[in-house]
């Protein structure tokens, strides 16, 4: 099985390459400049005919927001969208072949992986992982390459030691090279076959030495036969031994004349056995005379004369119980026995006629028993004669055997069944030779069809001399010479091909990719099997439509920063940042368009800073008069005093705050009373817990008589109820930004908006609830899915709109926002009431409060949480204001991010 993240990392791929096509098919940025429905179409046509589909698509989604419902730009759309699709289907089909020869790499067929690597190559040409995988491909082989060297080497030497009998070594050699290949049978087959070798050479060592031990005894007693068969015994076991051979050849002389004496003695034997001494003396003396050392014959002799000598004693009587006995035993039909006796009888009386004629009627019983006897064992020869014609020669050793033992003095049987040991060591040869041949066939075969021709050649040499009467290997030797002539000229192609692949990378590496393509080209036409020149031809061609897309990009976001360099001049700081944002969008981290921001969000603060100060200053000024014109001098001088610190260069505050000065000196005799007033409306501002009202009052109390202490307490005690006040606000307002920044992360983001306005209203001096807003407002802006409505229009009072667009797809529904872009045209709060549905029939609805106020809001209503919003194509949405008439500028359906 693949490494786990084989399968893992194609089904993230996968998903990754989904999500690529789900982003390419958003409009770009660029896509937004074009100014009619015309100019859209124009553009979307001239990029499809380019085959530049996303161009194409954007181009045609800006035209429906021309023209919502144009049938040819949403046809057109539908074309691009099943082009873009039969794209994701070729990707499919190459994770197919990817998975193919995954399977393939991990069971070690690397040709067949090689092959479908390069196949996905050809569907997606330059693919990191593909190419990966053939270069590892190409250094398992080369190291393959290696090991089958360095097993052959250790093989060959194997064979060469259990040649020379040096079994240990060549075990060891056999081990090596199973280490480097543990899947081949060969070597373990090879130490078995060489442990089986050393055990039956151990064996044979072991009986060669008793065998040569015992001839060694054999030939201190002057043995010579028995230690001439013990010395070929010997021998039978290595054959090769010369000094064996020597030995047999210096002791056989003897031995030969000694087998004689052996024969001759034994013939001796059976006659003093059968008691027919006379000719039993004859044959001890004959023996006596080959091997006059030996003392057995003249023992015998010696043995037969007391024999005689005590039989002659009485030799009537001894006659007749001899003859006597004879006849008994001839009479039990013990022959043999009866020989003996009617010998010792004629031995004692040699002119008595009866022990001959019962001698001769014996010598006629054997006669006729010794003809039977030739009959049985004439066929038992015949029969082993044919089964050894016949090559089965386990049945006519068996037979042949039974013969020699029928007739041990017969060499017949003995020649026979030396040829057939013979055959059979033959045989066993041959068998050795066929296993070392076919071994060796195999192997070079398997060199052969891994291209290592020469080491092959070798094999089938080495084969060649075992069998040279097979074709087989000197065939194969042919065919891997022509095989090596047409490498030649392959080579030469080799050659051309490799030149103008190094004149092609050359040529890249500087950056000359029209030249370099065309080194590749040419290289293509001398192999054009060969995938590298086509995969390189191919990433030269997507650098350059790259590099094409690049310039655009930065037209584009050129195009951008002008325009908010445009924006900011004229002031409208919130549309240049965005301009700018937008060109961050296009070409991401671009220091530009991240300067022109920063500095755009410095300009805008500081531009809003002075806008608050002016403001402050009004008011101030406004306050001021007011407390003037309501005869409040000592408010009215401390508001003067705070305007002329916001602003010290204007003149009228100090005007006003002459004039003040003038009054309050001409009231200075009224002080005590003022300061009385003022105290009374301060304590009861405080009464009331109005503390900010409290503490104005007493310092107006303050301001006619400094010296008192009271008014000070009494501003203290309202400043600390105040900052008791602002810990509660503070607290009240922590808690609301808190439950507002949740739903945003849960991208609840209607009901986040409701919690940053609560915020709002509890600080209004915090700027991070308005940002907040803001930028949701930006997101439902931005990831807009269609516009219900897209010109201002105005709906009167108690009147219903209605309004087609296109059902949503079912994976975007849930997270459905609608954005409404609305101004009251009638100065007082009231209600929208939305209404959706489709060809069945109304579906659901929403309202809208719209606040007192002329200026434009933004309303963002989460839908995608109603059920018959997400469950139901709907294709329709009304508008009913209730009591007061609204102008509408977009009504959009988005979605969160």
Same mark, same amino acid.
């Given at each position: 099985?693949?490494?786990?993240?084989?399968?893992?990392?194609? /089904?993230?791929?996968?998903?990754?390459?989904?999500?690529?096509?789900?982003?390419?098919?958003?409009?770009?940025?660029?896509?937004?400049?074009?100014?009619?429905?015309?100019?859209?179409?124009?553009?979307?046509?001239?990029?499809?005919?380019?085959?530049?589909?996303?161009?194409?698509?954007?181009?045609?989604?800006?035209?429906?927001?021309?023209?919502?419902?144009?049938?040819?730009?949403?046809?057109?759309?539908?074309?691009?969208?099943?082009?873009?699709?039969?794209?994701?289907?070729?990707?499919?089909?190459?994770?197919?072949?990817?998975?193919?020869?995954?399977?393939?790499?991990?069971?070690?067929?690397?040709?067949?992986?090689?092959?479908?690597?390069?196949?996905?190559?050809?569907?997606?040409?330059?693919?990191?992982?593909?190419?990966?995988?053939?270069?590892?491909?190409?250094?398992?082989?080369?190291?393959?390459?290696?090991?089958?060297?360095?097993?052959?080497?250790?093989?060959? *030497?194997?064979?060469?030691?259990?040649?020379?009998?040096?079994?240990?070594?060549?075990?060891?050699?056999?081990?090596?090279?199973?280490?480097?290949?543990?899947?081949?049978?060969?070597?373990?087959?090879? $130490?078995?076959?060489?442990?089986?070798?050393? %055990?039956?050479?151990?064996?044979?060592?072991?009986?060669?030495?008793?065998?040569?031990?015992?001839?060694?005894?054999?030939?201190?007693?002057?043995?010579?036969?028995?230690?001439?068969?013990?010395?070929?015994?010997?021998?039978?076991?290595?054959?090769?031994?010369?000094?064996?051979?020597?030995?047999?050849?210096?002791?056989?002389?003897?031995?030969?004349?000694?087998?004689?004496?052996?024969?001759?003695?034994?013939?001796?034997?059976?006659?003093?056995?059968?008691?027919?001494?006379?000719?039993?003396?004859?044959?001890?003396?004959?023996? =006596? *005379?080959?091997?006059?050392?030996?003392?057995?014959?003249?023992?015998?002799?010696?043995?037969?004369?007391?024999?005689?000598?005590?039989?002659?004693?009485?030799?009537?009587?001894?006659?007749?119980?001899?003859?006597?006995?004879?006849?008994?035993?001839?009479?039990?039909?013990?022959?043999?026995?009866?020989?003996?006796?009617?010998?010792?009888?004629?031995?004692?009386?040699?002119?008595?006629?009866?022990?001959?004629?019962?001698?001769?009627?014996?010598?006629?019983?054997?006669?006729?028993?010794?003809?039977?006897? !030739?009959?049985?064992?004439?066929?038992?020869?015949?029969?082993?004669?044919?089964?050894?014609?016949?090559? &089965?020669?386990?049945?006519?050793?068996?037979?042949?055997?039974?013969?020699?033992?029928?007739?041990?003095?017969?060499?017949?049987?003995?020649?026979?069944?030396?040829?057939?040991?013979?055959?059979?060591?033959?045989?066993?040869?041959?068998?050795?030779?066929?296993?070392?041949?076919?071994?060796?066939?195999?192997?070079?075969?398997?060199?052969?069809?891994?291209?290592?021709?020469?080491?092959?050649?070798?094999?089938?040499?080495?084969?060649?001399?075992?069998?040279?009467?097979?074709?087989?290997?000197?065939?194969?030797?042919?065919?891997?010479?022509?095989?090596?002539?047409?490498?030649?000229?392959?080579?030469?192609?080799?050659?051309?091909?490799?030149?103008?692949?190094?004149?092609?990378?050359?040529?890249?590496?500087?950056?000359?990719? !029209?030249?370099?393509?065309?080194?590749?080209?040419?290289?293509? !036409?001398?192999?054009?099997?060969?995938?590298?020149?086509?995969?390189?031809?191919?990433?030269?061609?997507?650098?350059?439509?790259?590099?094409?897309?690049?310039?655009?990009?930065?037209?584009?976001?050129?195009?951008?920063?002008?325009?908010?360099?445009?924006?900011?001049?004229?002031?409208?700081?919130?549309? /240049?940042?965005?301009?700018?944002?937008?060109?961050?969008?296009?070409?991401?981290?671009?220091?530009?368009?991240?300067?022109?921001?920063?500095?755009?969000?410095?300009?805008?603060?500081?531009?809003?800073?002075?806008?608050?100060?002016?403001?402050?200053?009004?008011?101030?000024?406004?306050?001021?008069?007011?407390?003037?014109?309501?005869?409040?001098?000592?408010?009215? @001088? %401390?508001?003067?005093?705070?305007?002329?610190?916001? @602003?010290?260069? &204007?003149?009228?505050?100090?005007?006003?705050?002459?004039? +003040?000065?003038?009054?309050?000196?001409?009231?200075?005799?009224?002080?005590?009373?003022?300061?009385?007033?003022?105290?009374?409306? =301060?304590?009861?501002?405080?009464?009331?817990?109005?503390?900010?009202?409290?503490?104005?009052?007493?310092?107006?109390?303050?301001?006619?008589?400094?010296?008192?202490?009271?008014?000070?307490?009494?501003?203290?005690?309202?400043?600390?109820?105040?900052?008791? #006040?602002?810990?509660?606000?503070?607290?009240?307002?922590?808690?609301?930004?808190?439950?507002?920044?949740?739903?945003?992360?849960?991208?609840?983001?209607?009901?986040?908006?409701?919690?940053?306005?609560?915020?709002?209203?509890?600080?209004?001096?915090?700027?991070?609830?308005?940002? #907040? $807003? +803001?930028?949701? %407002?930006?997101?439902?802006?931005?990831?807009?899915?269609?516009?219900?409505? %897209?010109?201002?229009?105005?709906?009167?009072? #108690?009147?219903?709109?209605?309004?087609?667009?296109?059902?949503?797809?079912?994976?975007?529904?849930?997270?459905?926002? $609608?954005?409404?872009?609305?101004?009251?045209?009638?100065?007082?709060?009231?209600?929208?009431?939305?209404?959706?549905?489709?060809?069945?029939? @109304?579906?659901?609805?929403?309202?809208?409060?719209?606040?007192?106020?002329?200026?434009?809001?933004?309303?963002?209503?989460?839908?995608?949480?109603?059920?018959?919003?997400?469950?139901?194509?709907?294709?329709?949405?009304?508008?009913?204001?209730?009591?007061?008439?609204? !102008?509408?500028?977009?009504?959009?359906?988005? @979605?969160?991010?």
């Amino acid at each position: 099985m693949r490494n786990p993240t084989t399968r893992q990392q194609m /089904a993230l791929l996968r998903s990754v390459s989904l999500l690529f096509l789900l982003l390419l098919l958003l409009p770009p940025l660029f896509a937004q400049q074009i100014g009619s429905f015309d100019e859209a179409i124009e553009m979307g046509d001239r990029y499809y005919k380019q085959k530049k589909y996303l161009d194409a698509k954007a181009y045609y989604q800006m035209a429906l927001k021309y023209k919502a419902g144009d049938s040819y730009a949403k046809s057109q759309i539908s074309a691009i969208v099943e082009l873009l699709k039969a794209g994701m289907e070729k990707e499919d089909e190459y994770f197919d072949i990817v998975d193919l020869a995954d399977v393939f790499y991990e069971e070690g067929a690397y040709d067949k992986a090689l092959t479908q690597y390069r196949k996905a190559l050809e569907v997606v040409p330059g693919d990191e992982y593909a190419n990966k995988k053939i270069a590892d491909i190409l250094r398992v082989k080369n190291e393959e390459k290696e090991r089958i060297a360095s097993y052959n080497k250790a093989m060959e *030497k194997g064979e060469k030691l259990m040649a020379e009998k040096n079994y240990p070594e060549a075990i060891k050699a056999f081990g090596q090279a199973r280490i480097i290949y543990p899947e081949r049978s060969t070597p373990t087959e090879k $130490i078995e076959t060489a442990r089986q070798l050393e %055990t039956e050479y151990e064996s044979k060592l072991v009986t060669y030495k008793e065998e040569t031990e015992a001839a060694g005894r054999y030939l201190l007693v002057k043995d010579y036969a028995t230690a001439l068969e013990h010395y070929q015994n010997a021998q039978n076991l290595f054959p090769e031994d010369e000094k064996i051979a020597q030995k047999i050849e210096e002791i056989r002389p003897q031995a030969e004349k000694q087998q004689q004496y052996n024969e001759v003695v034994g013939a001796a034997d059976e006659l003093y056995i059968s008691k027919d001494f006379t000719a039993a003396e004859e044959k001890y003396r004959e023996a =006596g *005379k080959l091997w006059p050392e030996n003392s057995y014959p003249v023992d015998m002799i010696s043995k037969i004369e007391d024999q005689l000598a005590l039989q002659r004693k009485d030799l009537e009587n001894n006659y007749r119980r001899s003859v006597e006995r004879a006849d008994s035993l001839l009479g039990l039909n013990l022959y043999t026995e009866a020989r003996a006796e009617y010998n010792l009888a004629l031995t004692l009386k040699p002119a008595e006629k009866y022990p001959k004629a019962k001698l001769e009627e014996i010598k006629a019983y054997f006669a006729e028993q010794q003809k039977a006897f !030739e009959a049985d064992y004439a066929q038992k020869v015949a029969e082993a004669d044919r089964f050894f014609k016949d090559g &089965e020669y386990e049945r006519a050793k068996s037979l042949y055997q039974t013969a020699l033992e029928t007739k041990p003095d017969d060499s017949y049987p003995k020649d026979q069944l030396a040829a057939i040991e013979d055959i059979f060591r033959q045989q066993a040869e041959q068998e050795r030779k066929d296993t070392a041949y076919n071994s060796l066939i195999a192997e070079a075969d398997r060199l052969f069809e891994n291209g290592h021709y020469d080491l092959a050649i070798s094999k089938y040499e080495e084969a060649k001399t075992l069998k040279a009467t097979d074709d087989y290997p000197e065939g194969k030797i042919g065919e891997i010479r022509q095989i090596l002539a047409d490498a030649q000229k392959q080579k030469e192609t080799d050659e051309a091909f490799g030149k103008q692949m190094v004149l092609a990378i050359r040529l890249f590496n500087e950056g000359q990719l !029209e030249a370099a393509k065309q080194a590749y080209e040419n290289a293509r !036409e001398l192999k054009p099997y060969d995938l590298q020149p086509k995969v390189q031809i191919a990433r030269i061609d997507s650098i350059t439509r790259a590099r094409i897309q690049q310039a655009e990009i930065e037209k584009a976001s050129a195009a951008l920063i002008a325009k908010g360099d445009s924006l900011r001049d004229a002031k409208a700081y919130d549309a /240049a940042i965005l301009a700018f944002e937008q060109a961050l969008e296009v070409k991401p981290k671009d220091p530009v368009a991240a300067q022109r921001l920063s500095k755009t969000k410095i300009i805008k603060r500081n531009y809003e800073k002075a806008i608050a100060k002016q403001k402050a200053f009004d008011d101030a000024v406004a306050e001021a008069d007011g407390y003037f014109d309501s005869k409040n001098y000592e408010l009215a @001088k %401390t508001a003067y005093e705070k305007a002329i610190e916001l @602003k010290s260069n &204007e003149a009228y505050p100090k005007q006003r705050l002459g004039e +003040t000065v003038h009054i309050l000196k001409r009231l200075a005799l009224e002080q005590q009373k003022r300061f009385n007033e003022a105290i009374v409306k =301060g304590d009861n501002f405080y009464e009331q817990e109005n503390y900010q009202e409290a503490v104005l009052q007493y310092k107006v109390a303050e301001s006619i008589k400094p010296a008192e202490r009271y008014p000070k307490e009494r501003i203290a005690e309202c400043n600390s109820l105040l900052a008791e #006040q602002l810990k509660v606000l503070k607290a009240q307002y922590d808690l609301s930004i808190a439950d507002a920044d949740k739903l945003y992360a849960t991208k609840i983001y209607d009901k986040a908006i409701k919690a940053y306005q609560n915020a709002e209203r509890i600080k209004p001096d915090e700027d991070y609830p308005r940002e #907040q $807003i +803001t930028k949701i %407002t930006r997101l439902i802006e931005k990831n807009a899915i269609t516009d219900v409505v %897209t010109d201002t229009i105005t709906i009167n009072s #108690q009147s219903t709109e209605r309004f087609a667009f296109s059902p949503l797809p079912i994976n975007v529904r849930k997270s459905n926002y $609608i954005l409404i872009k609305a101004r009251n045209l009638s100065g007082k709060s009231f209600k929208i009431i939305f209404t959706y549905g489709s060809t069945k029939g @109304k579906n659901g609805g929403f309202v809208v409060q719209v606040p007192e106020g002329e200026g434009y809001n933004d309303y963002i209503i989460r839908v995608g949480n109603q059920y018959k919003w997400f469950s139901d194509d709907n294709d329709w949405l009304t508008i009913y204001p209730e009591n007061g008439n609204i !102008e509408i500028s977009m009504v959009r359906i988005s @979605k969160s991010d």
